[in-house]
């Protein structure tokens, strides 16, 4: 089963915790990003980017991830029906 519930969650929670550290409240959930920075803010592209590398990373170097499926999740990019599979928790922060 795929870890996507627990990840939205934890996604959500670190969220509420950095905009109730910086004191902002989003009343319209279509403006409340899933994917927000230290700042409180939406992600950027190269915010996204940064992140993404440093759970691939991270991912690699916790054995979760072999670099193998990283060359080939690059070269395939394009095909929807690619999936990473984790073995157990990634590091996200460095």
Do not use: C
Not at 25 to 43: M, S
Not at 56 to 80: E, F, K, W, Y
Not at 86 to 92: L, Q
């Amino acid at each position: 089963m795929p870890a996507w519930p627990e990840a939205i969650v934890a996604l959500q929670a670190y969220r509420a915790t950095i905009w109730t550290r910086k004191h902002r409240q989003i009343r319209r959930a279509q403006d409340r990003a899933l994917f927000v920075g230290e700042d409180g803010e939406p992600l950027t592209r190269q915010g996204w980017n940064t992140s993404w590398g440093r759970v691939m990373r991270n991912g690699v170097a916790d054995g979760v991830i072999a670099r193998a499926t990283l060359r080939v999740a690059r070269a395939q990019a394009s095909r929807p029906e690619l999936t990473l599979v984790a073995t157990r928790s990634v590091r996200v922060a460095t």
